[in-house]
C-alpha cells in the first residue's frame, strides 16, 4: 500500500471523494490538529493514506491509543517479577510478550524457561487455574475499556467458583481521562479528538462529554472503514467551523451512544477508578482500573510483591512524546536506524497498532 | 488489540457459551456482557466475550477490512494463531515492507 491516497481502494470511492471534498472546503483557512486515540484508527490511517490526503492545515495526530505502548516500563517489570516466582504459569495476550520492560521481555523470559502462555482470552487463563490446581495462575492484563468487563467477568467467575490459585495483574486503564491530559499538556494541542470506535462501544458517550463541556473542544466516535474516519474528520471540521464542541456519534453501526450498560457494571463490580502511570503522560487521576478489596484474593498487586528491576527506558526512544503527538514517529532520531519491525527499541515499534510501527510499515512522513 | 471480531453465533449453552463462527473458525464465547444475544445474532466479539450485538450489514464490513489486514495484524486481533501452548518463541516481526 503507497503512502499517496488511493480512493480507488475504498469500498465507496464516490462517497470518499465528497468527503475529501468537504473537509477541503471546510478546512480553508484554518489550522487544526486532530487526533485519534485508538490502535486501529492508527492502523487504518496509514494504510489507507489517510494523512497524506488531508488539505494543508488539516495535521492528523496519533495519540495514546495502543494498549501495551501506553502501559509503563514499571508495569511491564512488575509483570516479569511475577513471571520469575517459581512454579507459576504466567498468561498474557499477545503483544504484551514482546514488549520491552527496563532488561527483558516476558518472551525472553520464556525462552529462559519460564512458563508464559499467550492466551486469547482471560478464560482461558481460568482454564488453567481449574486444570493445575497446585500451581498459581496469573493473568497479566493491560488494554482499554473494550477489555476490562472480560477481565472482570473472569475474577468474578474466579471468585463463584473460589478459584484460590488465580490471580489477576490489572494494567488497565481508561480512556477519557487520558484524553482529559492531553488537553492540559501545554505541549499538545489537540482541535478535536476522533473518539476509540470498540472501546465507545463500552463506555458509551457520556464519559467524553467533559472534554466539550470543559475544555470546548469536539469529540466524534468513529467506526474503522477508511470512510468512516473521513465522515468523523468532516463532522469534526464542521464542529469547529461553527464554534461548537459537542460529542457525536459517527459509529451507530457498532456504539450506542448509552454503551453496553452490563459491561459498564461488570466494570464497576469488579474494580475501582485508581491513578495510573502511562508512558509519557505520566500519572493520570482516576484513568487506571484497580481490583476492589472484595476480590483482594484474586489481585496479584495485593497478593504478591516480586522484587521489581528499577525502571529504565529505552535509550533514546521517544515513545512517551510520540504517544502525546509531540512528535511524528519519523522525528525520532532512532526512527528507521536503529529502530525498525525487525529490530524494535520501543513499544511504539513492537505493537503492530503502535504509531512507530504503522508509520514505519506504510512508510508514512509527517510534513 | 481494541478491535473486537463480528462473529455469527451459532448456538448458546446453558452455562452463557456461545459457539460461534469467526471467518469459518468455530470458537467458544462468552455472552455474559450481552444477555440478549441469541443464535443467529451477529456480535462483536472482544477476548473471548460478546460485546455487543450489531447488525448482519456491520458484520460484513469490519470482516471486510480484517480480511485486508495483514496476517500478522489479522493473527493478532482474532488470536487464531496468537494464542499457543506454552512451548516455543513467538514467531519473529516479518518483514515490514511491502
Ligand atoms: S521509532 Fe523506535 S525508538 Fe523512536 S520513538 Fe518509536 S519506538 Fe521509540
Redesign the pocket.
Not at chain 1, 525520532?332 to 528507521?336: E, K, S, V
Not at chain 1, 524494535?344 to 513492537?350: A, L, S
Not at chain 1, 503502535?354 to 510501527?357: R, V
Given at each position: 500500500m503507497a503512502t499517496k491516497t488511493d480512493l480507488d481502494s475504498f469500498r465507496d470511492p464516490k462517497l470518499a471523494r465528497e468527503l475529501l471534498d468537504a473537509i477541503e472546503r471546510l478546512a480553508r483557512g484554518k489550522n487544526v490538529n486532530l487526533m485519534e486515540v485508538c490502535g486501529t484508527h492508527t492502523v487504518s490511517i496509514a494504510r489507507y493514506g489517510l494523512r497524506s490526503a488531508m488539505p494543508e492545515g488539516v495535521h492528523l495526530l496519533s495519540g495514546p491509543g495502543c494498549p501495551v505502548?501506553v502501559t509503563s516500563n514499571h508495569d511491564i517489570d512488575t509483570m516479569i517479577a511475577l513471571a520469575r516466582i517459581p512454579d507459576v504459569i504466567v498468561t498474557t495476550f499477545g503483544d504484551m510478550i514482546r514488549v520491552p520492560g527496563s532488561s527483558t521481555t516476558l518472551g525472553a523470559e520464556r525462552a529462559q524457561g519460564r512458563d508464559v502462555r499467550v492466551v486469547y482470552s482471560p478464560l482461558d487463563a481460568l482454564a488453567f487455574a481449574r486444570e493445575n490446581p497446585p500451581r498459581r495462575v496469573f493473568f497479566l492484563g493491560g488494554g482499554f475499556e473494550t477489555t476490562t468487563p472480560a477481565i472482570g467477568a473472569t475474577i468474578l467467575t474466579a471468585h463463584d467458583e473460589g478459584l484460590g490459585n488465580f490471580f489477576v495483574y490489572s494494567a488497565h486503564k481508561r480512556t477519557p481521562p487520558a484524553i482529559m491530559a492531553i488537553e492540559d499538556d501545554p505541549e499538545t494541542q489537540v482541535n478535536g479528538f476522533i473518539l476509540p470506535g470498540h472501546v465507545s462501544t463500552i463506555t458509551g458517550l457520556a464519559p467524553y462529554r467533559p472534554l466539550a463541556e470543559r475544555y470546548h473542544v469536539p469529540g466524534v466516535v468513529s467506526g474503522f472503514e477508511p470512510v468512516d474516519i473521513l465522515s468523523a474528520i468532516a463532522r469534526l471540521l464542521a464542529q469547529i467551523d461553527e464554534g461548537q464542541a459537542r460529542i457525536e456519534n459517527a459509529y451507530e453501526r457498532g456504539v450506542l451512544d448509552e454503551g453496553n450498560v452490563v459491561a459498564q457494571r461488570m466494570i464497576d463490580r469488579v474494580f475501582e477508578p485508581c491513578d495510573a502511570t502511562w508512558r509519557g503522560l505520566g500519572v493520570i487521576p482516576g484513568s487506571g482500573s484497580a481490583i476492589r478489596p472484595e476480590f483482594a484474593d484474586h489481585d496479584a498487586a495485593r497478593a504478591f510483591s516480586p522484587d521489581v528491576e528499577p525502571t529504565v527506558e529505552?535509550r533514546?526512544?521517544?515513545?512517551?512524546?510520540?504517544l502525546r503527538g509531540v512528535?511524528a514517529?519519523?522525528r525520532?532520531?532512532?526512527?528507521?536506524r536503529?529502530?525498525?519491525a525487525e529490530h524494535?527499541?520501543?513499544?511504539?515499534?513492537?505493537s503492530s497498532e503502535?504509531?512507530?510501527?504503522a508509520?514505519?510499515r506504510y512508510q508514512e512522513h509527517s510534513r | 488489540m481494541c478491535l473486537a471480531v463480528p462473529s455469527k453465533i451459532v448456538s448458546i449453552d446453558d452455562g452463557g457459551i456461545a459457539q460461534i463462527d469467526v471467518l469459518g473458525v468455530r470458537r467458544d464465547c462468552s455472552v455474559r456482557l450481552t444477555p440478549n444475544a441469541k443464535p443467529g445474532d451477529y456480535v462483536l466479539v472482544h477476548a473471548g466475550f460478546a460485546i455487543q450485538v450489531v447488525e448482519e450489514q456491520e458484520a460484513d464490513e469490519t470482516l471486510r477490512l480484517l480480511q485486508e489486514m495483514s496476517d500478522r495484524e489479522l493473527a493478532e486481533i482474532t488470536g487464531q494463531q496468537g494464542a499457543d501452548a506454552p512451548a516455543g518463541e513467538p514467531a519473529a516481526a516479518p518483514a515490514a515492507a511491502r
Open positions: 505502548c529505552p533514546g526512544c521517544r515513545c512517551g512524546d510520540v512528535i514517529p519519523d525520532c532520531p532512532l526512527f528507521g536503529a529502530c525498525t524494535p527499541v520501543g513499544p511504539c515499534m513492537v503502535g504509531s512507530c510501527a508509520y514505519f | -
